[in-house]
C-alpha cells in the first residue's frame, strides 16, 4: 500500500487494487476516512475534526501527488 504522508500516528495512504471512486484513506489508532480525491469529500468514516483538518489541509496541497500514487498502483481505474 502506498503511504503518501504521515504525521504523527496519522496516515494517508492509497491502497492498491481498490474500487472507485478515485479515493484515499486517513488512517489514525482509532480512526478511519475513505477520501475522494477530486472533491476531498469524506466518503466513509470519520475523524477527529482536529486530524481531519490537518489531514484535508495536506491533501489539497497535495492532489497530484495523490492522484498519481493511485494511478501507479490502480492502472485499472486512471484519474486523467
Do not use: C
Amino acid at each position: 500500500m502506498g503511504k503518501l504522508h504521515q504525521f504523527g500516528k496519522v496516515f494517508i495512504r492509497v491502497y492498491a487494487n481498490d474500487h472507485l471512486p478515485p479515493h484515499f484513506h486517513i488512517v489514525s489508532p482509532d480512526d478511519e476516512a475513505l477520501v475522494e480525491i477530486a472533491t476531498l469529500d469524506i466518503l466513509a468514516g470519520a475523524l477527529p475534526s482536529r486530524v481531519a483538518k490537518k489531514a484535508l489541509a495536506w491533501a489539497a496541497d497535495n492532489k497530484a501527488v495523490i492522484a498519481a500514487e493511485w494511478n501507479r498502483i490502480n492502472p485499472r481505474f486512471p484519474i486523467d
